[in-house]
């Protein structure tokens, strides 16, 4: 993996000391962790209705949240920041240092989004003593025919999955044929479609609109990437002799 990381440092190499386990020291108080892992940008985002409602079900619970790329801690640490009691790099999948993690937070549940298969960290998860859960889960159908190449070592790590809430149909069947077992599978929708509007959402919307020369009662569908170069580009329809733009 090293070619990967130099060529990409910017984005996964940051953190490489909490990616070998070496984590500030997490003073425990007797209340139960719960350790939600989020991927990148899309994945962070999308779990802040979930954040919420931890907080707001669960008060006597801790909560500490970990990213894989730099993109993804960065937004972590800014909405998360009074959420959150711990925010830190997910650990390199391998013994020694998902075991110091492990050990240093002491969770009971571990929640995976959006199928976030590690193998050795959800082994020594179990071996912990936590429950595991996959939350809005999805698996695309190119995901599931490259994990197909080894089902027997993917039915062996999902039999440490204690629940899988997947985001469809298409989804739940696909990691059910993976082979987890049908009764530890929900479909829970897209959590993404749980987030509400913010201040800060409305406000943005108003400038697109005033920079783009867009109506109000037009709708405002806005299509965006993290990777650089990020670019938007204007596209010109014409609708009853009448030319619109988005």
């Known amino acids: 993996m090293l070619p990967l990381f130099l060529l990409r440092r910017e984005k996964y190499a940051s953190g490489f000391r909490q990616r070998f386990g070496r984590y500030p020291q997490f003073k425990h108080d007797g209340r139960d962790v719960i350790w939600l892992h989020c991927v990148s940008v899309g994945e962070t985002n999308a779990a802040r209705p979930l954040v919420?409602?931890?907080?707001?079900?669960?008060?006597?619970?801790?909560?500490?949240?970990?990213?894989?790329?730099?993109?993804?801690?960065?937004?972590?640490?800014?909405?998360?920041?009074?959420?959150?009691?711990?925010?830190?790099?997910?650990?390199?999948?391998?013994?020694?240092?998902?075991?110091?993690?492990?050990?240093n937070y002491k969770p009971s549940i571990v929640l995976l989004m959006e199928t976030e298969i590690w193998p050795r960290f959800i082994r020594e998860a179990k071996l912990s003593g936590a429950k595991v859960a996959i939350v809005n889960g999805r698996l695309s159908q190119r995901s599931f025919e490259r994990y197909s190449f080894v089902s027997s070592f993917v039915r062996r790590v999902l039999e440490d999955v204690d629940l899988a809430l997947m985001q469809g149909e298409a989804d739940a069947h696909r990691i059910i044929d993976l082979g987890i077992e049908r009764d530890r599978v929900a479909i829970t929708s897209n959590l993404k479609f749980e987030q509400q509007s913010s201040q800060f959402d409305a406000e943005l919307t108003e400038e697109f609109r005033k920079r783009f020369g867009i109506s109000a009662e037009k709708p405002l569908i806005i299509a965006a990437s993290t990777h650089e170069p990020v670019t938007i580009r204007r596209r010109w329809t014409r609708h009853d002799g009448n030319i619109d733009h988005s």
Do not use: C, M
């Open 52 to 103: 919420d409602a931890i907080r707001s079900e669960f008060p006597s619970h801790r909560l500490i949240i970990s990213t894989t790329t730099k993109t993804g801690q960065d937004l972590a640490q800014k909405i998360f920041a009074d959420k959150a009691d711990a925010i830190f790099y997910f650990p390199f999948d391998w013994n020694f240092s998902v075991r110091r993690a492990l050990a």
